[in-house]
């Protein structure tokens, strides 16, 4: 059974940092896409950030290029999101989502397992 669980939100101030984390278990870790998603209220969820375990490439969506960045350890089965320079508008619930199965890695329905969520508030 395959099971992603999300820690590390908060609230911080714009120019803020944190680190999101997520805890996967139950399918071949090293050999599958993970990823980041968030959510702000009344929008649709969208893609962050992405990272190929097999050889650690990594895409991010334009919004979050050169602020934030993803990186796993396949040893520990954790993906990480160090997020730096916050925004407000960063503000979401962000998801760790894996197993990519589709052909645009930014839609939620190209993913097949998702995390609970976890809240991240970025105050102006």
């Known amino acids: 059974q395959v099971h992603l669980l999300e820690s590390g939100g908060g609230s911080v101030q714009t120019g803020g940092s944190l680190r999101l984390f997520c805890a996967a278990s139950g399918f071949p870790y090293s050999h599958n896409y993970m990823g980041w998603f968030r959510q702000a209220p009344g929008k649709e969820r969208e893609g962050v950030a992405l990272?190929?375990?097999?050889?650690?490439?990594?895409y991010y969506d334009a919004s979050v290029k050169g602020r934030f960045t993803i990186s796993e350890d396949s040893a520990k089965n954790m993906l990480y999101l160090q997020m730096d320079s916050l925004k407000p508008e960063d503000t979401a619930t962000y998801y760790c989502a894996a197993v990519f199965a589709g052909t645009n890695w930014k839609l939620k329905t190209d993913w097949k397992y998702w995390g609970q969520g976890t809240q991240v508030t970025v105050a102006s």
């Open positions: 990272i190929f375990g097999a050889d650690g490439t990594t």
